[in-house]
């Protein structure tokens, strides 16, 4: 999916976690850049790596434990995407699962952020659509 997107012109960017400001960062990312290991084990670019403002964004993959037609996600518990999302504000966000991580109904908080479109390895849900 990446290789695709710089075929078609496409910055790539991946995130990393300020742990400072437990928040999400944004960084620019061509193969064989450096990773290193987050908190969480989870391979990110380095601090050093050129850094992308969230407006520049025009597609974010958000993951997902589960997901229901709403949009609405669980996540993994830290709320990153859900703090992230709103300060993207020009991008589609779509969370990618498996079919069997589609549930019937999502528990919501408030500080809860639904994504624009689910896809699936069965089918693809436009979610903004069903919001009308």
Do not use: N, W
């Amino acid at each position: 999916m990446l290789e695709r997107a710089r075929e078609l012109g496409k910055t790539v960017v991946v995130p990393r976690v300020d742990d400072a400001r437990r928040q999400l960062v944004m960084h620019a990312y061509e193969a064989g850049d450096a990773l290193a290991p987050s908190a969480f084990g989870v391979l990110e670019p380095l601090e050093t790596a050129l850094r992308v403002e969230p407006s520049a964004i025009d597609l974010v993959l958000v993951p997902a434990l589960a997901v229901d037609e709403r949009g609405h996600r669980i996540g993994y518990g830290q709320g990153f995407y859900d703090r992230f999302l709103p300060t993207a504000t020009g991008a589609t966000s779509v969370c990618v699962a498996f079919d069997f991580q589609l549930v019937a109904e999502v528990p919501v908080l408030p500080s809860d952020r639904d994504v624009d479109l689910v896809v699936t390895d069965k089918r693809v849900i436009t979610v903004a659509a069903r919001k009308r």
